[in-house]
C-alpha cells in the first residue's frame, strides 16, 4: 500500500496558491494533478477540516460553527479507516481550530496539538475571534520538525497530516521566501510554501519515495484581506464583520487550491471542471482499494486518468459563524448563509447565496463577475430554509 501524505496550506487563496510564486506548490502541480476550481464546505478551519476527513458535509459530520459542537460520533473519519487498513497513522496540527476537542484526533496514533496560549494568557480554543486566534499557532519548521520526528520512528505504510497555519491574521512572515510577495499575506503563503518543500525533501531522506506516496495538498478556505485583491469584500468595501474569513461565501474564501499525485497518476495535469474539498476523502480511500459505504463526496478517480471524463459537480458551502459573531452585540442582524456554486457549460459559472432566516437571495454570474460584485439580490418574501446540500 503506497504511503500517504495529506497537507493543509490553511487560509490560503486558490489566486496566491496558483500564481507561480510559491515553488513548493509549482513542484507539487508538476508531481500530481491540479483542480483549478475546488470549492470549500465553509469558510472555518475545523468545519472544512471535518468534511474532508469524513467526506462528509457540515450538518452531517456535526461540526457547524467554530466553537459549538464535535464531531459526530457516527462521522468515520479518513485516519480511521487507515488505521483499520494497517497504517501508522501521525498528525501536527497547528492552530486552536484542530483541537482534540473537536475529535478530529479520531484514528490517529500520533496528534500533537500543541500550540501556545494568547498573549494575554487566555486560552485561544475559547475566543470566537478568528483573527485573535492567529495569534495561537506552530510556526512552519516546527510542524515540520515534529512531523519528521514521528515520522522517522514509522514503517511504511504511513498516514501522515501536516497542517500549515502560518498564512492566517496577522501577515507576519518571519523569512522572506518570496522577493515578488505583493503583500506580506503573500510572504506567509511563500513561508509555509518554503516548508512544505523542506517537509518533501526530508521525507525523502528518510527513505520514502515521494513517486510512490499518495500526496494531497489542499487549502481549507481562502482569506478576504479588505482591498488587497479585487475580489475583496470585507471592511470598507461592504463587509466591516468579516475579519479574513468566516461570514461571507464569495469565492475569496470558497475558492481554494486542491493538488493530487500518487502512484500511476497523471503528471503535470489541470482540471478546470468544479469538484469539492468534500470529495478528498473518497478519493484517497478508493485510491487505495478500501471502501466508504456513506458519504457526501464522491471519489475524484475519474479525472485522475490520462483521459479524464469527469463532469463538474455542484458545491455546497454553508456559515453559521455569524450566528457567534452577532453574540457581542455590535452586528446585530448578521445571518447564517449558505451556498450553492455550479456550472453552467460552455465555461459559465453561477453561485446563488441564501441569507438563512431572511428573505434574501444572492444570485452570480460567475463568468460575467468574477469578482462577485455586481450580483443580483433577490427578495423571496418568506424566510428560506438551507437549500439541499
Keep these: 500500500m503506497p504511503n500517504v501524505l495529506l497537507i493543509s496550506l490553511d487560509t490560503v487563496r486558490a489566486d496566491v496558491a496558483y500564481s507561480g510564486k510559491m515553488p513548493g506548490i509549482e513542484s507539487l502541480r508538476r508531481r500530481g494533478t491540479t483542480f483549478r476550481q475546488a470549492v470549500s464546505s465553509a469558510p472555518l478551519t475545523p468545519i472544512s477540516h471535518a468534511s474532508v476527513f469524513t467526506g462528509l458535509q457540515p450538518a452531517r459530520h456535526g ?201 500511476g497518476l497523471p503528471r503535470g495535469a489541470e482540471i478546470d471542471s468544479q469538484v469539492r474539498l468534500v470529495d478528498i476523502a473518497p478519493t484517497v480511500l478508493e485510491l487505495l482499494g478500501l471502501e466508504q459505504k456513506d458519504a457526501d463526496g464522491a471519489s475524484l478517480t475519474e479525472f485522475l486518468r490520462p483521459e479524464p471524463a469527469g463532469a463538474s459537480r455542484p458545491a455546497y458551502s454553508e456559515t453559521y459563524y455569524p450566528e457567534e459573531r452577532r453574540a457581542d452585540g455590535q452586528y446585530p442582524d448578521l445571518l447564517p448563509l449558505s451556498a450553492v456554486r455550479w456550472d453552467e457549460g460552455e465555461g459559465a459559472r453561477r453561485k446563488v447565496i441564501w441569507h438563512i432566516g431572511g428573505d434574501t437571495v444572492e444570485s452570480y454570474d460567475l463568468r460575467a463577475d468574477p469578482t462577485e460584485h455586481h450580483g443580483e439580490t433577490l427578495s423571496t418574501g418568506t424566510p428560506p430554509v438551507a437549500p439541499p446540500h
Design 63 to 263: 461540526i457547524r460553527h467554530l466553537l459549538r459542537e464535535q464531531l459526530a460520533p457516527d462521522a468515520v473519519t479518513l485516519a480511521e479507516h487507515l488505521k483499520r487498513a494497517g497504517y501508522a497513522t501521525g498528525a501536527v496540527v497547528s492552530c486552536p481550530g484542530l483541537n482534540k476537542w473537536y475529535g478530529m484526533d479520531r484514528g490517529f496514533d500520533f496528534y500533537d496539538d500543541e500550540i501556545p496560549l494568547l498573549p494575554d494568557g487566555s486560552d485561544p480554543l475559547t475566543t470566537p475571534d478568528v483573527k485573535m486566534r492567529g495569534l495561537a499557532l506552530k510556526r512552519a519548521p516546527l510542524v515540520v520538525d515534529r512531523a519528521m520526528d514521528w515520522l522517522s520512528r514509522q514503517q511504511s505504510p504511513f498516514f501522515l497530516f501536516a497542517h500549515f497555519f502560518d498564512a492566517h491574521w496577522p501577515y507576519e512572515p518571519p523569512e522572506d521566501f518570496c522577493p515578488t510577495a505583493a503583500n506580506p499575506y503573500e510572504g506567509e503563503v511563500a513561508y509555509s510554501d518554503h516548508y512544505v518543500s523542506r517537509m518533501l525533501t526530508r521525507i525523502e531522506e528518510l527513505g520514502h519515495a515521494l513517486d510512490d506516496t499518495l500526496i494531497v495538498c489542499f487549502s481549507d478556505h481562502g482569506e478576504d484581506l479588505a482591498g488587497w485583491y479585487p475580489n475583496d469584500h470585507s471592511g470598507d468595501l461592504g463587509h466591516p464583520y468579516e475579519e479574513g474569513h468566516g461570514c461571507l461565501l464569495f469565492d475569496t474564501t470558497q475558492h481554494v487550491p486542491l493538488i493530487v499525485s500518487g502512484p
